[in-house]
Structure formats: C-alpha cells, structure tokens
C-alpha cells in the first residue's frame, strides 16, 4: 500500500517557476514507477511526466518537456516536478500517481491514468497572466 500527499502548489504570475512535491509512505515506493498528471475544470486528467523507479528513465508530455522536469529521492520516498515559464494554461490540479505493481512488471513506462492505482488529493496551480 501506497499513500501520496502532494504540496507546493500555488498562486504564481506567468513566467514563474514551481516545484511540486510528492510524499510517499509505504516500503515499496521506490520499486515502482510514478508519474505526475494534471486536470484542468472541465477537462480530462492528462498525463505530465513519468519516471522509472530509480529515475533512470524518464518520459514527457511533448507539450510540457521543455520546461518541465521530474525527479525522485528514493532515500526519503519523494519525488518532484519542476515546472518554468508558468503559463496560464498549466493552472490545474497536480497529482502524483504509483501503480500497485513494482518495477519488473513495467518495460516501458507507463502514462495512462488507469496504469495506475494509488492517487494522491492533488495540490492546485494558479497560473495568473
């Protein structure tokens, strides 16, 4: 069992820069993959970034690899979104997201919000223009 608590988000200007967090409880954390996703009101929930269990491997949506960067610190069960150059269309709720099954199940990674089982509340980003 996994639990994912989210935080950083905020109310920014565009053109600024965030850093979201993910706290993770629970042992087998940093044997999985994760993924941050984003939705908007109104909209789907949309894929953001992905990372392999050991941050070996990382994935992008094409739109955000620019300014956006994933990352984890196993050693304390967390990982990070980097977001730069805060436009008014990244305002969205924030989540972070692990599948139950660990690392050796998964040969790519996976980016679809049903690939994974553990969710946490979400933290909110306002992009102010």
């Known amino acids: 069992q996994v639990q994912l608590v989210e935080s950083g988000g905020g109310l920014v200007q565009a053109g600024s820069s965030l850093r979201l967090s993910c706290a993770a409880s629970g042992r087998t954390f940093s044997s999985k993959p994760m993924a941050w996703f984003r939705q908007a009101p109104g909209k789907e929930r949309e894929f953001v970034a992905a990372?392999?269990?050991?941050?070996?491997?990382?994935s992008y949506a094409d739109s955000l690899k620019s300014r956006f960067t994933i990352s984890r610190d196993n050693a304390k069960n967390a990982a990070y979104l980097e977001m730069n150059s805060l436009k008014p269309e990244d305002t969205a709720l924030y989540y972070c997201?692990?599948?139950?099954?660990?690392?050796?199940?998964?040969?790519?990674?996976?980016?679809?919000?049903?690939?994974?089982?553990?969710w946490g509340q979400g933290t909110q980003v306002t992009v102010s223009s």
């Open positions: 990372s392999s269990w050991d941050g070996g491997r990382t």
């Open positions: 997201a692990a599948p139950n099954r660990g690392q050796f199940y998964w040969p790519y990674l996976p980016t679809r919000p049903l690939e994974y089982d553990y």
